[in-house]
């Protein structure tokens, strides 16, 4: 009986909350005339093992608390989850952020599915319409289906157009959201954020979305990568010298030709191996067929997935990253390999070259030999290397999250209908 009542004090507690919160927004507009409004958050990505979206909007929500915008924030995945469901994760913020997210406990006296169910179909509606947001802000592309109605405007973020760019390269069930959800948000968005100007004209040009209502706002380097790596983090069976690829390992990232540039350093006297860093995707037969074809198949390690703390030492050491990706919409593992300083190899198109800018070795990601042979070229030459690190961490300190989340809060606040304080782009 215990946990049943805490559950309903704590669900009690926070309408008091939600009370106190429209109070103090009525308060500081009518009475101080000052500026202020509630944003909802989807933060379902916080819900699943976090990958590039996840810590963007992490890292940014992060920033975002510690800014004095005039701006308050209610987060929100499922309001009520059963007990069996994976817990709230720790948030990124508390000082001007609310998690609205209620897990039924374990021993609970009454039965859980049909109150789950009175909950989510009749208590979180009336919640979200407590709390009286003025925008919907969807960091992953789209809001989450029952997010859509809780905002009076929308503020999307788009973080690349693959699936009208490079439908192929999409799993069909990603593809086929993305399609039928993000151009009706889009059309829907009073602003829209891209993470590069790449982004911004893939959106422009296959969208026919306005420029005037995008904003690029490029991410920032999470902290972790400026840090001394932690050497014992360093998984046991990588070789002592190797080269990288770190991402999720599917078409678009065009793995199988990473796998046959290092089959060619091989064969040029290479005498390291190969390290692929990430969760296995969708329509990998040809990478896999590659990996096992390979004469040294046996000096390739792949690691699933990698604890973010572990990822600087990976890096660090590393003779180069190996990131020939036929489109990003920015391309995180380039700036977090730059903050480590290892050398960067990388396409020459979409928004590797915004990202890795003067630092970075540009090729052609559809033929392996001119991989194989910038990374060749990079081993010969210790004094470029050495260069190249200096120009990447040099590099990599420009794109800071403060920035980014200063230039997100301005575009929510336009949003809102609030007076613009800030700059509203940020481009490095």
């Known amino acids: 009986m215990y946990p049943t009542i805490l559950f309903f004090a704590h669900l009690f507690r926070d309408i008091a909350g939600t009370f106190a919160a429209r109070w103090r927004r009525f308060y500081w507009r009518v009475v101080l005339g000052e500026e202020t409004a509630a944003i909802a958050v989807d933060i379902f990505p916080f819900f699943e093992k976090m990958t590039g979206v996840g810590w963007y909007e992490w890292n940014l929500l992060e920033a975002m608390d510690e800014l004095d915008a005039g701006l308050e924030y209610n987060l929100y995945a499922h309001t009520f989850l059963a007990p069996d469901e994976p817990a ?92 039928r959800h993000l151009p009706h948000a889009l059309f829907h968005s009073d602003k829209i954020i891209a993470v590069s100007e790449a982004t911004r004209q893939d959106v422009i040009a296959h969208l026919g979305v306005s420029s005037r209502r995008i904003h690029v706002i490029h991410e920032g380097l999470d902290p972790h990568f400026t840090a001394d790596p932690d050497r014992g983090m360093r998984p046991d069976e990588l070789p002592d010298r190797y080269v990288l690829f770190v991402s999720t390992i599917e078409p678009r990232k065009n793995v199988a030709a990473v796998v046959r540039a290092f089959n060619l350093l091989a064969d040029w006297g290479y005498d390291g191996g190969l390290v692929l860093v990430g969760r296995w995707g969708w329509h990998t037969g040809e990478i896999r067929a590659a990996i096992s074809a390979s004469p040294v198949h046996d000096r390739i390690v792949h690691l699933d997935y990698v604890a973010r703390n572990a990822l600087p030492a990976l890096y660090r050491d590393a003779d180069a990253l190996l990131f020939p990706s036929l489109m990003e919409g920015f391309g995180l593992p380039i700036l977090e390999a730059m903050a480590c300083g290892t ?56 794109f800071d999250w403060k ?19 800030g700059n509203d782009e940020y481009r490095v």
């Not at 998690?99 to 979180?124: D, G, M």
């Not at 973020?157 to 990603?174: G, K, N, Q, S």
């Not at 890795?356 to 030999?369: E, F, L, N, S, T």
């Not at 230039?407 to 007076?419: K, N, Y």
């Open 403 to 421: 920035t980014a989340a200063a230039a997100t809060v301005q575009v929510l606040r336009q949003a809102a209908g609030l007076t613009p304080s």
């Open 343 to 398: 050398p960067v190899v990388t396409s020459g198109h979409s928004a590797m070259p915004e990202v890795a800018g003067p630092a970075g070795i540009y090729v052609d990601p559809a033929r392996p030999q001119s991989i194989a042979s910038a990374v060749e070229a990079l081993l010969q030459d210790e004094q470029h290397r050495r260069r190249l690190a200096e120009l990447g961490r040099s590099r990599a300190t420009r």
């Open 88 to 179: 709230s994760p720790a948030m990124p913020g508390n000082r001007r952020m609310r998690v609205r997210v209620h897990q039924i406990p374990a021993k609970f006296w009454l039965p859980v599915r049909p109150t789950l169910t009175l909950l989510r179909t009749f208590a979180e509606p009336v919640l979200r319409w407590l709390d009286g947001n003025d925008v919907l802000f969807a960091p992953n592309f789209f809001p989450h289906r029952t997010q859509a109605p809780w905002g009076r405007t929308l503020v999307s973020t788009v973080h690349d157009l693959a699936f009208a760019v490079l439908p192929d390269t999409v799993a069909p069930e990603t593809l086929a959201e993305l399609a």
